[in-house]
């Protein structure tokens, strides 16, 4: 549930030309989610800093009782990246394509739904980063 408070002028309450101020409200951080920024930013910190994969988040929260599925954390995780985390991660990339030297790791994963492919075939996560030369 989404909430705003709408106020009225208690001195033009009684007048012919009543005030009113409203309080449009706090956009959704995902359309149609009940994910609050500080959720999503609590499901990302457990998952990436703690290390807590999102199935032992989904038991913590049924402890709690909240029924948040790990599917639903793991799409808002994924719009976040796409929509509030690209203009950064492409700032940083651009930066690091100017350094002389990096380091680069190529790990192949398996990714079960990946459109166009079969679970079967090989992926890859590339992981870059520089040397320490000055920079």
């Given at each position: 549930?989404y909430?705003?408070?709408?106020?009225?002028?208690?001195?033009?309450?009684?007048?012919?030309?009543?005030?009113?101020?409203k309080?449009?409200?706090?956009?959704?951080l995902?359309?149609?989610?009940?994910?609050s920024?500080?959720?999503?930013?609590?499901?990302?910190?457990?998952?990436?800093?703690?290390s807590?994969?999102?199935y032992?988040q989904e038991?913590?929260?049924e402890?709690?009782?909240v029924?948040?599925?790990r599917?639903?954390?793991?799409?808002?995780i994924?719009y976040?990246?796409?929509n509030?985390?690209?203009?950064?991660?492409?700032?940083l990339?651009?930066?690091?394509?100017?350094?002389?030297?990096?380091m680069?790791?190529?790990?192949?994963?398996q990714?079960l739904?990946?459109?166009?492919?079969?679970?079967?075939?090989?992926?890859?996560?590339w992981?870059?980063r520089?040397?320490?030369?000055?920079?």
């Amino acid at each position: 549930d989404y909430y705003a408070t709408t106020y009225e002028c208690p001195q033009c309450k009684e007048t012919e030309d009543p005030r009113f101020i409203k309080d449009e409200g706090t956009p959704a951080l995902i359309p149609g989610s009940y994910a609050s920024s500080g959720l999503a930013a609590h499901v990302m910190y457990y998952k990436y800093v703690m290390s807590m994969p999102l199935y032992r988040q989904e038991k913590d929260f049924e402890h709690l009782g909240v029924k948040i599925s790990r599917t639903a954390m793991a799409s808002w995780i994924i719009y976040c990246a796409e929509n509030y985390f690209l203009p950064m991660y492409e700032y940083l990339h651009r930066k690091l394509l100017k350094r002389r030297y990096l380091m680069a790791d190529e790990t192949p994963i398996q990714v079960l739904k990946e459109e166009g492919r079969r679970p079967q075939s090989k992926s890859y996560v590339w992981l870059v980063r520089t040397g320490d030369n000055g920079g």
